[in-house]
């Protein structure tokens, strides 16, 4: 299995110890903005959201005027994390405490969920509620905005909203802020979404109060875990004929099965799970009040296997009772799930998320990392592998295969980009006005920001900036080489800036622009000394920090690791099959031109070849646009095949 991210941290502890209030880092930083009315919370999964709600909701409760406190999570699951909390014995001034009659993720209280709901907005008795944005959604749909007077909404996992007419919480969180005094807190630990939907209004959004606490602060910050890893194994065939290829049975793992419609699946989930359990061992006992399995490896060994995957009703409520209440290491060995156990779900002892297939999006996959990333004694590595299924020429779907490998990829660096740190540049204004409060490397030509907004995205959203443009078509497909660094720096980048960032001027995409690169460029770089002067290594070049300028950084692309790691870690073979479709798609050919190539060329260039085809990475003109051409027609003909399938 190949890496592509392997980054070690200090293990200051600065993230998990606490404070005389019981605090912990990133949840002080976000109890300083208690009195602001709406507070947008990004922090990454593992960091403490939940408890960091806990405290601003007991505070607006006791001494801000709110009456009540309602919580929504995306799934029945997460529920678990706002259980009744003991806060006071480590330092605040009151415990979190949930009525059980009010906390509807309970697997006990699965009837009336609404009913309850509505006798919550008028129990004077009664202050939390917990439950699901499902159940929420239904709820309001029966009561009128003012019901939420006085009250605070917090809504876990909030890219789940989105500014679509027809999302249900996008409404409902415009509604509030603009017809009632209601208090709003929004967390989530990536808030991007898939689908290029902006997560809120830009009116509303711009209301609200941002606490960042990143990735790097909360990694490097941890006690225990040392590491993280980030990689991909491929696979031909069959996913289940590789699985025990990257499987370590020894790892506390939660195995994400691919959706029934995708292409990693084999269309029978049920079999799949058996299959995946059967590899493991021989299933020597099934718990039938936890639905927990036991199975015995060939090393003689007992391991605890969770399926999540199981849609019987009775069956998925036992196990999720059972998860719910798990405060034991060995408990449980090896969860499998589908679309289950991702955002929000504690198991804080896993160390190995293993997801087969591409998923639909970066937000996912940053909440499944996020399962393997908690802080806990014993487990001093994180790891993270993506089984995708690896292209050949043979296939049918090749250029498919190509992107779901390419996406897998882009993830990755992604995950490169916000888990390791960055470098301090500064600018000439900066050496001038003597800001030397800390170490920070000169950049030539580097503009400084000079608006409130641009500061805002460049402290605040370069990550969420970096999965949109690492979302665009083109640049995932410079991957593949064949596109000029200074295009993709100067061109590509800067549209994907306006088109994000509408209201922003021409000089102010520019500065966003050339900070997001040379944050890009040198994200994992090292320094060595040599002859008394001191280098930047980005990639394969050795840059002298004096000379460090902004025309040289352009010359780089920010994401060339995609390109190198797809070098190197795949066959010759393979690699061609990718470069080949990467070519395929920047052509630009008339389909009669194509055909009349093709009839009237091929056979006298085939024949002067002894029956080769042309390459598309010929360097005579004629003989790639006749490669071209082939490329043409065996799409059409594709398309045709397709269409009448």
């Not at 875990?225 to 370590?248: N, T």
């Not at 009772?321 to 449980?332: N, P």
């Not at 790691?565 to 795949?570: D, E, Q, T």
Request: aromatic share 8%; hydrophobic share 35%.
């Amino acid at each position: 299995m190949e890496n592509i991210v392997n980054i070690n941290y200090a293990q200051t502890g600065k993230a998990t110890n606490t404070n005389e209030l019981g605090m912990r880092q990133m949840q002080a930083k976000a109890y300083e903005a208690r009195n602001k009315q709406y507070i947008l919370l990004k922090a990454p999964p593992a960091s403490g959201k939940s408890r960091a709600l806990m405290f601003l909701a007991l505070d607006k409760l006791h001494y801000q005027g709110l009456k009540k406190a309602i919580i929504a999570v995306p799934e029945k699951t997460i529920g678990r994390s706002f259980s009744n909390t003991d806060l006071a014995k480590f330092g605040f001034f009151t415990d979190w405490r949930v009525a059980k009659y009010y906390n509807l993720c309970d697997a006990e209280n699965e009837q009336n969920k609404v009913k309850r709901f509505k006798e919550f907005t008028t129990d004077t008795q009664a202050h939390i509620l917990v439950c699901t944005h499902a159940t929420l959604r239904f709820a309001t749909k029966e009561l009128s905005d003012n019901s939420f007077n006085d009250c605070l909404l917090a809504i876990d996992e909030f890219h789940h909203v989105s500014a679509d007419a027809n999302s249900g919480l996008g409404d409902l969180v415009h509604r509030l802020m603009t017809q009632t005094k209601a208090h709003i807190v929004a967390m989530t630990g990536s808030y991007f979404r898939g689908d290029g939907v902006p997560v809120l209004r830009a009116d509303d959004e711009n209301r609200f109060y941002p606490v960042t606490y990143n990735y790097y602060e909360q990694l490097n910050g941890y006690k225990y875990l040392k590491s993280l890893g980030i990689g991909y194994h491929f696979y031909q065939g069959s996913y289940l004929s590789a699985i025990m290829e990257v499987l370590d049975p020894d790892k506390k793992t939660i195995i994400h099965i691919p959706s029934v419609n995708s292409r990693a699946s084999t269309g029978d989930k049920y079999d799949e799970v058996k299959q995946i359990i059967d590899r493991i061992g021989e299933t020597i006992n099934i718990n039938y009040e936890t639905r927990i399995y036991t199975v015995k490896t060939p090393d003689n060994r007992t391991l605890k296997i969770a399926d999540l995957v199981e849609d019987n009703p009775r069956e998925r409520l036992q196990l999720q009772a059972f998860l719910q209440r798990m405060h034991s290491r060995d408990a449980v060995d090896i969860i499998i799930a589908l679309g289950t156990a991702k955002e929000g779900f504690d198991w804080q002892w896993c160390e190995h998320c293993l997801t087969i297939g591409v998923r639909g999006s970066l937000t996912e996959v940053v909440q499944i990392i996020g399962r393997c990333t908690r802080d806990c004694e014993g487990k001093s590595h994180a790891q993270f592998t993506n089984l995708i299924a690896c292209p050949d020429a043979v296939q049918q779907k090749v250029e498919t295969a190509v992107n779901d490998m390419l996406k897998a990829i882009t993830v990755s660096l992604l995950m490169e980009q916000v888990m390791a740190p960055s470098w301090n540049f500064k600018t000439r204004k900066d050496e001038e006005s003597g800001d030397d409060d800390m170490p920070r490397i000169f950049v030539e030509g580097l503009k400084p920001l000079s608006s409130e907004r641009t500061k805002e995205i460049v402290t605040g959203d370069l990550t969420d900036l970096k999965a949109t443009i690492l979302q665009d078509e083109m640049i995932v497909r410079s991957m593949g080489g064949g596109i000029a660094p200074e295009v993709i720096n100067q061109v590509l980048i800067p549209k994907i800036i306006q088109e994000k960032y509408p209201e922003l001027s021409p000089d102010e995409v520019e500065e966003v622009r050339q900070h997001l690169v040379l944050d890009a460029v040198t994200k994992g770089a090292t320094v060595e000394q040599s002859a008394g002067n001191t280098f930047m290594v980005i990639g394969r070049r050795f840059i002298n920090i004096d000379n460090l300028s902004i025309n040289l950084i352009d010359t780089i692309n920010p994401f060339q690791r995609g390109y190198e790691i797809l070098s190197k870690s795949v066959t010759a073979p393979v690699l061609k099959v990718v470069q080949n479709v990467i070519e395929e798609s920047r052509i630009d050919m008339p389909i009669e031109e194509a055909v009349i190539l093709f009839k009237k060329y091929l056979p006298q260039f085939k024949e002067e070849h002894n029956g080769a085809l042309p390459e598309l990475t010929d360097p005579n003109p004629f003989n790639k646009r006749l490669a071209q051409a082939i490329a043409v027609i065996r799409k059409e003909k594709q398309k045709f095949v397709d269409k009448n399938r």
